[in-house]
């Protein structure tokens, strides 16, 4: 298989491609790696252990798991998943990301979660995708903002995160929308 077939999507630098087994210790490397890029927002799995049961969980209907790859080195740059995936007439999920330390800064994120957008409203036939974001990580805000998210609120005491319940906006996408930075929805 070439490194072009093993992507579900592809842009100009990145592809996108499910998590598997023999990512484990690239990803559990990168994320120990990237802890003070994470912290205090994100916990992606560090050990061994941590990995298997987090691929364990993404094999479950209602999640998707896909690794972001910089495509001139196959090299693991972020992640996506997508959570609590409804589908009937709700067809919406909850996003979570991460960058990676080496790649942080580059703009592969943001072509990543293009190419997952796109994934999900059509392969995966969903109509929304929300992320919520505590207030005070502002690159994670300024990548769904870059992605054309629109903010709908601000829930207390969301989400049980690094030993407390953690304020988060509100972020919010449908197939509607046109997906892109605000210069590219224009053009």
């Known amino acids: 298989m070439t490194s072009s077939e ?6 100009p630098r990145v592809g996108i491609r499910h998590f598997t087994a ?3 210790e690239e990803f559990t490397a990168a994320a120990r790696e990237s802890t003070g890029l994470h912290r205090p927002w994100l916990f992606p799995p560090a050990t061994d252990d941590a ?4 691929l364990h969980r993404l094999q479950e209907p209602s999640r998707e798991g896909f690794l972001i790859c910089e495509r001139a080195t196959g090299r693991i740059t972020g992640y996506l998943t997508i ?9 919406c999920g909850a996003i979570g990301y991460g960058a990676f330390a080496h790649a942080a800064g580059r703009g592969l994120m943001s072509e ?3 190419l997952v957008l796109e994934y999900a409203f059509t392969e995966l036939g969903l109509h929304r995708l929300e992320a919520n974001i505590q207030p005070t990580n502002e690159q994670s ?6 992605a054309g998210f629109r903010l709908e609120g601000f829930s207390p005491d969301f989400l049980f995160l690094d ?25």
Do not use: C, K
């Not at 959570?83 to 067809?91: E, K, L, P, Q």
């Open 112 to 114: 990543g979660l293009r």
């Open 6 to 11: 093993r992507y579900l999507a592809q842009g």
């Open 51 to 54: 990995y298997d049961g987090y």
């Open 83 to 91: 959570n609590n995936i409804v589908h009937g007439a709700f067809r």
């Open 22 to 24: 023999a990512d484990r």
């Open 141 to 146: 805000i300024a990548l769904v903002r870059r």
């Open 163 to 187: 030993g407390a319940w953690r304020d988060h906006e509100r972020w919010a996408l449908t197939s509607e929308m046109t997906v892109g930075t605000p210069d590219e929805r224009t053009e």
